[in-house]
């Protein structure tokens, strides 16, 4: 079973910053892409961003290109999410995830991911 943890998560004020980590076994981090996803109270899940394990290209959902980065550092089997600018509809239990498949070709939807981590809360406050 692929086990993803999550951490970075807290309190930040709007215009600030945090990122989030998604620590994966090497296996999954190599041979899937992994996407961050995120659910506020009474909404649905969304996807974030996705990065993909073949050639570490990226894809953004619009409401957060230019403010949130994906990246991944392969020597530590982990994937980070910055994200800056932070907006009050930023709050969220965020949540990563492996892909079915190698390449993201956009962020997907929820029925294209495998397996999730436990989340971890952001929460956008001033």
């Known amino acids: 079973q692929v086990q993803l943890v999550e951490s970075g998560g807290g309190l930040v004020q709007p215009g600030g910053s945090l990122r989030l980590s998604c620590a994966a076994s090497?296996?999954?981090?190599?041979?899937?892409?992994i996407g961050w996803f995120r659910q506020a109270p009474g909404k649905e899940r969304e996807g974030v961003s996705c990065?993909?394990?073949?050639?570490?290209?990226?894809s953004y959902a619009d409401s957060v290109k230019g403010r949130f980065t994906i990246s991944r550092d392969t020597a530590k089997n982990t994937v980070y999410l910055q994200m800056n600018s932070l907006k009050l509809e930023d709050t969220a239990v965020y949540y990563c995830?492996?892909?079915?498949?190698?390449?993201?070709w956009g962020v997907g939807d929820v029925i294209d991911y495998a397996s999730w981590g436990q989340g971890t809360q952001v929460t956008v406050s001033s």
């Open positions: 990065i993909s394990s073949s050639d570490g290209s990226t």
């Open positions: 995830a492996t892909r079915r498949r190698r390449s993201c």
């Open positions: 090497k296996f999954h981090s190599d041979y899937y892409a």
